[in-house]
């Protein structure tokens, strides 16, 4: 295959695409959506069915959701714990040599500090 035949399946392809996508989005728009006759559902007799049916659905929704989210902390926690236990070597290793480096860092900077307040006094 040459350039031209490459990019003529590729326009081919991206038409067909774009087709398909204007198809889909036309259909969308064309179903019919329901249509809410509120003066019905939300009188004086319904108005508090209505109400009390929404705070159950959501109350359901968030009940779910949050079972959800505490099995997904509990699995982090379980996860995090067994890589600290297979890497507690590794850890302990890397922390006394990050402490070593800081501790030398540090007296580097106190050094310095000192240095510039005496320095300050002097003037």
């Not at 959800?68 to 040599?97: A, C, G, P, Q």
Request: charged letters at 55%; zero cysteines.
């Amino acid at each position: 295959m040459n350039l031209e035949e490459l990019k003529k399946l590729r326009q081919e392809k991206f038409l067909a695409h774009k087709k398909k996508k204007r198809d889909y989005y036309l259909k969308k728009k064309t179903e019919i959506k329901k249509e809410y006759d509120y003066e019905s559902e939300l009188n004086d007799d319904n108005f508090l069915i209505k109400i009390k049916e929404i705070a159950k659905v959501q109350k359901n929704y968030l009940d779910d959701r949050k079972n959800i989210i505490i099995s997904k902390l509990n699995e982090y926690k379980n996860k995090k714990k067994e890589y600290y236990e297979l890497n507690k070597e590794k850890r302990l290793e890397y922390d006394k040599e990050y402490r070593e480096k800081r501790k030398e860092e540090l007296k580097e900077y106190r050094k310095n500090y000192y240095k510039k307040l005496k320095e300050d006094k002097t003037l």
